[in-house]
């Protein structure tokens, strides 16, 4: 098994440290890490250093020693990027927590015309947080040295500016009648920004639709199936990964 991650504000590189707060707490409470035990060390940025327990100390402190170098994750290609509307409930944690651990680089929350769900004032910052915060610790727990960016919510213009600067952007549709082209086939870049949409549980209006597609993005589909808004985006994103030799 994988050594645990666990992340610090900046990566030691001294041969000795000590892991404490709420890192230290979840490491000695809850995974219970005992001496000689491996753990990684990380900033969540792609710096990384690996460490051996030396001692647990109390509740929330974790001495770590034989840390030695500190490495570069480097940056993946071509770059993955989802841009998901906000679903309702809960389902927008468990969109980003899937992505994220089946590797997405990015997470843009699109708050689309259809989205049942509005994020303004202090409840659109706190929603935010979450997701955030489930990106962090869905790093984590997949053992991901550099975790997706989660940006703040874009309009549907702002998601347009985005999809005219990527090498490839689609927009997922899930109907088959419409003229839209096999996610599976359709040609690739092998390096640069891919960009992808996923709509809301009301899909995608057509103004945005025609919006998206005067910005050069390509309406495509997964399969015959049709996926929430929640996993549809970690489908299309497992498909990529695996077309472009990242998961090779």
């Known amino acids: ?10 990566v030691p590189s001294g041969p000795r440290f000590v892991l404490d707060g709420s890192e230290g707490r979840h490491a000695v409470s809850v995974k219970r890490l005992h001496t000689g035990e491996d753990v990684v060390l990380t900033d969540g940025h792609g710096r990384w250093v690996e ?3 030396e ?3 109390g509740k929330d402190r974790l001495v770590l020693t034989g840390l030695g170098t500190v490495h570069e994750e480097p940056r993946p290609a071509p770059r993955i990027t989802v841009v998901q509307a906000l ?3 809960d389902r927008g944690e468990v969109a980003v927590e899937t992505l994220t651990e089946t590797g997405v680089d990015a997470i843009v929350p699109w708050q689309a015309s259809r989205c049942i769900t509005q994020w303004k004032g202090d409840r659109g910052l ?6 955030r915060n489930t990106a962090r610790e869905a790093g984590k727990q997949s053992r991901r ?7 703040d919510a874009m309009t549907t213009k702002q998601v347009v500016a985005l999809l005219a600067a990527a090498d490839f952007a689609a927009v997922l549709h ?9 996610l599976a086939t359709v040609g690739l870049p092998v390096g640069g920004e891919i960009m992808l949409v996923v709509g809301p549980e009301g899909g995608v209006s057509p103004d945005e639709l025609a919006a998206f597609a005067e910005a050069g ?7 015959r199936s049709v996926l929430r808004t929640s996993t549809a985006g970690t489908a299309a994103t497992a498909l990529l990964l695996g077309r472009t030799g990242r998961w090779a």
């Open 51 to 53: 460490g051996v327990v």
């Open 217 to 223: 993005a390509r309406t495509c589909r997964l399969g």
């Open 145 to 151: 040295v550099l975790f997706p960016e989660v940006t």
């Open 87 to 89: 679903p309702k409930g």
């Open 174 to 182: 899930e109907e088959r009648d419409c003229d839209s082209e096999p």
């Open 1 to 10: 098994m994988t050594a645990p991650v666990f992340v610090v504000e900046q």
């Open 55 to 57: 001692a647990a100390e």
């Open 126 to 131: 706190k929603s935010l947080a979450k997701w």
